[in-house]
């Protein structure tokens, strides 16, 4: 992993009149990773990410790409930038194939063989007017013009709510390659499976705030492991340290409930007096830290 | 459930939608009616004032632009008054109407919003009858404003009758052409084309009135605009026009829900074609962009506005021929005299023109210049801004094409006045010299460019107000246009830089104020432009 981070933001903040968007938000991602920016509607990615591309001016904080500033330098930065927004918009009466073209010439670059093979693997018909496009296929047109580019820094905003399941799995094999060539790639998403997958490290904002960043790995320590058990005797779990949210099962003796990860030892040792018959462990998910997380309870 | 069923609950749902542009058009209009209802007797009062502008309004060039009208016996205030403001405040109402009909029907299917209220239980046909009942109520509305208002001003001479056929009569001509409008919504696939149609059919009417009036009158019978004028309100009252337009604007209707249960949603009868699978190799940045997207209506505005000035040049031949209205004047002037006359009144009638050639000249260009506020909140610039695109250059791609689209507009209709009216003169001398053409040129100019400054000012400043732009050209050109016949004290013709320059060609270009009007234009571009690099861009 390259020791130069790509984008690093600092502190940022972003008021909207007496509306604070943004209250702390501190993160930075490396060249050859993909960083997955999650939270819920509102929290403030889109404004972040706008305030990265240079289209508002942070209030307070810093934030560079490639070391420059994203409010000075933007035109410099553009030139080695890729993004694709959540809300693709396009000019109505001009096709898909001119308005790629047209997005890659104000890089600097051109229509190449590449371009035309995502056109064939996301299965677009350039030649019908931006106007008739439904949401997935102006996705589509956003998504060919970025991965034709040859950036060093890729911005996807919730790139794949319109796509399909096919075109999904096209962009998650493009984001991979892009992630083997070096780049790096902020990607925000609230298709969890999908960030599960694709990204190294994860950062979770809340309200205008950076609350957790790391590794999946790295989070999961800060919840619970949730356990089946199928028990031989009347042990009763409920007596356990650190277990929470007993359930007792559909049979008797089944018992599910969460478990602190700094317990998990010494509960098995204890469960495996008591004749375990069936034991199951799940490790929590990312929609479990999802959920942890915003709605701050289990 | 029936075609038109739920078109109550969509009729109160258009006028929540539409209350705060309703309410604009319905004050500004009816004020506008009674206020100058309300002064005209000052203004014409005595005999004499009538009798001096009696002979104005006969002559061709002010027939050409506010209808011919005929006058019987002994003229009073208000027949001078419907004579000035009919044809006038129907052209603003059609405009409000284009405006209303577009945006209630094609302007909601554009944005998606018809998908929605279609796929509830309303009928296939209630969105446009809504859209028509709401034009029905607002015209309706104005109307009865405006019959109690100028029953109210009590104009010496005005009738109850006359009154109420003003009122009833704009209604009507309001109607027919929102109705138009509803119509060239379910012909176009979207608001611009439609409202393109919309509009040229509107400018046949108008062009076909104006020369028509100037020449057989007889024959505005066949323009559903000049119905207006042969309302004669108040010395022949005629309400024949009323059932002609009520009539035209219901067939009109029939045609849009014929039309509407034929097609499919989204769609026009007009149909988008696909289009090229690479972009040319002259799409390639911010304003080739811009060119590629606009060309069809910057060439359209250009060519109208030409179109216009030479439609006004064919009438020079008898505007700039005195001897038809005076025939014994050369025997007791001669020739010499005549054609200097004739040269008079043709400068004159230039001048007039050249403030509606700078005012129309100036519509597209402001529409560029808002459309980079319009662009960046529909998010179609997002993905320029994420490219290496300064905001400089963005800005001046819409700047740009805005100074030029307006100035070859006018240079262009100007141009196509003085060709085409000095071609159809016997005398050629009595016509506009080519001096006097580029002195036009330089007086207008400088007024249109800082109206465009204005523009870009609010855009660059404070976008959220830049519809204040339209309001400030509006006032500009009524100030100036109707300024001398409504007697408008000096300082509201200043109000806007219309007024800041002397008629031109009648007058010389005053230089000093045309590099001060120059200098003004180019501060209000580089505030703008300053603002528009330190603002937030709104995103949706």
């Known amino acids: ?298 | 459930m029936s075609r038109y069923g739920r078109t109550g609950q969509l009729i109160r749902l258009a006028f929540r939608r539409d209350r705060f542009r309703i309410l604009m058009w319905i004050v500004i209009l009816a004020a506008l009616m009674a206020s100058v209802a309300w002064k005209f007797q000052d203004i014409y009062g005595t005999q004499s004032e009538i009798a001096a502008i009696k002979g104005t309004l006969a002559s061709p060039g002010i027939m050409a632009m506010f209808g011919a009208f005929t006058f019987k016996g002994k003229v009073t205030t208000a027949e001078i008054f419907a004579n000035e403001m009919l044809l006038f405040m129907g052209l603003i109402q059609v405009v409000m109407n284009l405006a209303l009909s577009i945006h209630a029907t094609r302007g909601e299917e554009d944005l998606g919003i018809t998908e929605l209220v279609r796929a509830h239980a309303v009928g296939t046909a209630a969105p446009l009858a809504a859209a028509a009942w709401e034009l029905v109520i607002v015209n309706g509305l104005l109307g009865i404003l405006y019959g109690v208002g100028l029953t109210a001003a009590n104009m010496p001479g005005a009738t109850l009758e006359g009154n109420w056929l003003i009122g009833l009569g704009l209604a009507t001509t309001g109607l027919l052409f929102g109705f138009l409008g509803l119509l060239m919504s379910q012909i176009a696939d979207h608001s611009a084309s439609a409202t393109g149609l919309a509009y040229t059919l509107f400018g046949i009417s108008y062009l076909a009135r104006m020369i028509t009036d100037v020449q057989h009158p007889k024959l505005t019978w066949w323009s559903p605009l000049g119905w207006v004028e042969k309302l004669a309100p108040y010395n022949d009252a005629n309400w024949l026009p009323v059932w002609l337009s009520l009539g035209t604007a219901l067939i009109l209707f029939g045609l849009a829900v014929m039309a509407n249960n034929r097609r499919d949603l989204g769609a026009g009868a007009l149909t988008t074609r696909p289009g090229k699978r690479h972009a040319s190799a002259l799409l390639r940045g911010p304003l080739s962009l811009l060119w590629r997207r606009q060309r069809n209506v910057i060439i359209a505005w250009i060519l109208a506005v030409i179109i216009f000035g030479v439609a006004y040049g064919t009438v020079f031949n008898t505007i700039g021929d005195i001897l038809k209205t005076n025939p014994t004047m050369q025997q007791v002037f001669g020739a010499a005299m005549v054609h200097e006359a004739n040269h008079k009144v043709l400068l004159s009638f230039t001048s007039l023109l050249a403030v509606v050639m700078a005012a129309v000249a100036t519509i597209p260009g402001i529409q560029l210049i808002l459309k980079a506020h319009t662009d960046e909140t529909r998010g179609w610039l997002e993905a320029v801004y994420a490219r290496p695109v300064s905001r400089t250059r963005l800005f001046f791609s819409y700047v740009g094409p805005a100074f030029l689209t307006s100035t070859l507009a006018y240079i262009g209709g100007l141009g196509g006045i003085v060709i085409m009216g000095d071609a159809s003169l016997d005398h050629v001398k009595d016509g506009i010299s080519a001096h006097e053409f580029w002195q036009g040129i330089a007086g207008q100019l400088p007024e249109i460019w800082v109206f465009l400054g204005i523009a870009v000012l609010l855009v660059g400043c404070w976008p959220r107000i830049k519809t204040f732009t339209w309001l400030y050209l509006a006032l500009g050109f009524v100030s100036v246009y109707m300024g001398s016949l409504l007697k408008l004290p000096s300082w509201v013709k200043n109000v806007t830089p219309a007024g800041w320059m002397p008629r031109i060609p009648q007058h010389a270009v005053d230089w000093t104020t045309f590099s001060w009007m120059i200098g003004l234009a180019i501060v209000l571009v580089i505030v703008g432009w300053l603002g528009y690099r330190r603002r937030d861009l709104q995103m949706r």
Not at chain 1, 63 to 75: E, K, L, P, R, Y
Not at chain 1, 208 to 236: C, K, N, P, W, Y
């Open chain 1, 1 to 298: 992993m390259a020791t130069q981070p790509i984008l690093q933001i600092h502190q940022l903040q972003k008021k909207f009149g007496r509306f604070q968007a943004l209250k702390d938000i501190t993160f930075s991602v490396n060249a050859g990773e993909v960083f997955g920016f999650i939270g819920p509607n509102g929290a403030g990615k889109s404004t972040t990410i706008r305030v990265l591309l240079g289209l508002i001016r942070a209030t307070g904080g810093s934030a560079t790409i490639f070391g420059q500033d994203v409010w000075q330098d933007s035109v410099t930065i553009h030139q080695r930038l890729a993004y694709v927004p959540g809300d693709v918009y396009l000019w109505p009466n001009l096709t898909g194939g001119e308005i790629i073209d047209l997005l890659l010439k104000m890089n600097g670059t051109a229509h190449s063989d590449k371009t035309d093979a995502l056109i064939k693997q996301f299965g677009l018909d350039p030649t019908k007017k931006a106007r008739t496009y439904s949401k997935g296929n102006r996705q589509k047109v956003a998504l060919i013009a970025a991965f034709s580019q040859d950036a060093d820094f890729y911005i996807f905003d919730e790139p794949t709510s319109g796509l399909d399941p096919l075109n999904e799995r096209v962009f998650q094999e493009a984001v991979l390659d892009l992630k083997q060539r070096g780049k790096a790639v902020l990607l925000s998403s609230h298709i969890l499976s999908e960030v599960e997958r694709m990204c190294d490290r994860i950062g979770i904002i809340r309200e205008g705030q950076i609350i957790e960043t790391g590794s999946l790995a790295e989070m999961r320590h800060l919840t619970r492991t949730m356990v089946t058990v199928t028990l031989g005797d009347d042990f009763d779990v409920t007596t356990l340290p650190g277990v929470h949210g007993v359930t007792a099962g559909h049979q008797a003796h089944e018992w599910q409930f969460a478990v602190e990860d700094s317990q998990l030892a010494t509960i098995m040792a204890t469960l495996a007096q008591h004749q375990v018959m069936a034991l199951q462990s799940t490790p929590p998910t990312l929609e479990d830290l999802f959920m942890h997380y915003y709605t701050g309870k289990e």
